[in-house]
């Protein structure tokens, strides 16, 4: 088993979007900055065939830019916490057949507030099935899950989206 510790700082300037657009831009926002911790272990077993990844974090932003639909304002979060786990596996049943999966748990909260963060679900997951019949093509299914998360619009205000499950069908083939 493998063990990597990740400690990093970010700063991220407002795009011209946040800062320009005539009817939600805000000409006064700062920059955002971060602090995130991590820790990842990572595995591999039957062989290295199974491949397992569990990563832990831990990240705090100050003046994170989000929408507020009741002011109808791009603005900054004084503090945001997100914290979460992320799971990936991928096992090759065979040289041709690879079975993947993923999963995440993020918990996003402003500080002192009871403001939701838009477009952040807690729950995310997928597994996938490739399946490579020739050197030059391929076949993949995925299904993807997404669990309910905040979102708003101009006639609905802030409001709770339905989770969903998506199904993915795809084929590849390499001309040279």
Known sequence: ADIALHYSEGFKLPSFFALGHPFVGNSELKPEQSRNHNITLSQQLLEKRLTLNTSFYHNQY??????????????????????????????????????????????????????????????????KVSYRATPELGFNARIVYTGDYYDSSIATGMVKMAQYTLVDLSSSWQIS
């Open 62 to 127: 100050s003046d994170l830019v989000d929408f507020d639909p009741i002011a109808f304002t791009n603005v900054n979060r004084s503090k945001v916490t997100a914290k979460g786990i992320d799971v990936d596996a991928k096992f090759a049943l065979t040289p041709q057949l690879l079975l993947s999966g993923m999963f995440s748990y993020n918990h996003s909260e402003i500080n002192d507030s009871n403001d939701k963060l838009r477009r952040r679900p807690k729950l995310k997951s997928a597994i």
